[in-house]
């Protein structure tokens, strides 16, 4: 068969690269190797006790079984227990084990949101660990504190994940931090406020930030908690945005349930247009 298209719901398995593709209407190529799927499309990487559930309005599936690559365009998001995320846009590359966030990315882990321009994610695709993290520009990191939020922005920022769990967190270039600081008996004792045109280096344990070390000597101060003008409590480009966070697997098509039954079937070829647009802009993002 070199063309197929089918409407209902459409299950399509790939048990080498153990995923699910799921969705409403999908059309398959095999000339291209290509498969793309809409209305509630769902990618399933499926792993031992924890699989991660991928959304998008449009899924794009292209590549022989041992290079396969997954595409996710509009109302992106992605569920994981302990990982979530949402994007205008993200791709996969299951050899590599590279995924990136693309427009207007965030991400949730450990009880921190990550935003930055793009966002890599980058796995062990024998292990299914992740390995480590890029925050791309205008990159910032927000932790909660019941007291207030706890910030670290930077243009770039490096992870280094350990099962699964952020270790460390390296900020790059005009690095900034507001950190609540407490005690062993987790008392509020102050609130530092410091910023440095070079590294700030931060360790986390058992998701907590445990140290903050700067590499060239930083600029602010800390003040007694009660002490911190209203002015300093944020950074430039602070936003909270755990609304948009999906809570569940089910949360990942919050934008679906108006908007599903307008849209119609788009053509392999107007997807394949769209992810070359993708990579040109990936490729300026990567020159700047």
């Known amino acids: 068969i070199e063309f197929a298209s089918a409407t209902g719901n459409i299950i399509v398995v790939d048990t080498l690269n153990k ?4 969705g409403g209407y999908a059309e398959y190529f095999k000339l291209k190797d290509s498969v793309f799927i809409i209305k ?45 995320g949402k994007c205008d846009s993200l791709i996969t590359f299951e050899k590599t084990g590279l995924t990136k966030l693309l427009v207007n990315p965030v991400m949730w882990t450990q009880g921190n949101q990550i935003t930055g321009d793009t966002i890599h994610l980058i796995s062990n695709p024998k292990t299914e660990q992740l390995d480590s993290l890029k925050i791309l520009n205008n990159a910032f990191m927000v932790q909660k504190d019941s007291a207030g939020f706890s910030q670290m922005k930077g243009k770039n920022m490096y992870g280094r994940f350990e099962k ?22 987790q008392e509020l004792i102050g609130i530092t406020r410091m910023k440095s045109s070079k590294n700030i280096f931060i360790t986390l344990t058992n998701n907590e930030i445990e140290t903050i070390d700067f590499i060239d000597k930083p600029e602010g101060k800390t003040y007694p908690p009660s002490k911190l003008p209203e002015t300093e409590k944020v950074l430039k480009g602070f936003i909270w945005r755990e609304k948009e966070r999906p809570l569940d697997k089910e949360g990942i098509f919050i934008y679906d349930d108006i908007e599903i039954n307008k849209k119609e079937p788009k053509k392999i070829e107007t997807i394949e247009t769209e992810a070359k647009e993708e990579k040109t802009k990936e490729k300026e993002i990567t020159k700047n």
Request: proline share 0%.
């Open 40 to 84: 509630k499309a769902v990618a399933i990487s499926i792993i031992e006790k924890d699989s991660v559930f991928i959304h998008g309005d449009k899924l794009m599936v292209t590549g022989k079984v041992e290079d396969r690559i997954v595409r996710a365009f509009n109302h992106v998001k992605f569920f994981k227990s302990d990982l979530q």
């Open 164 to 185: 699964n769990a952020l270790q460390t967190l390296d900020v790059v270039g005009n690095s900034e931090v507001i950190f609540y600081v407490r005690n062993d008996l």
């Open 19 to 22: 995923s699910i593709i799921k």
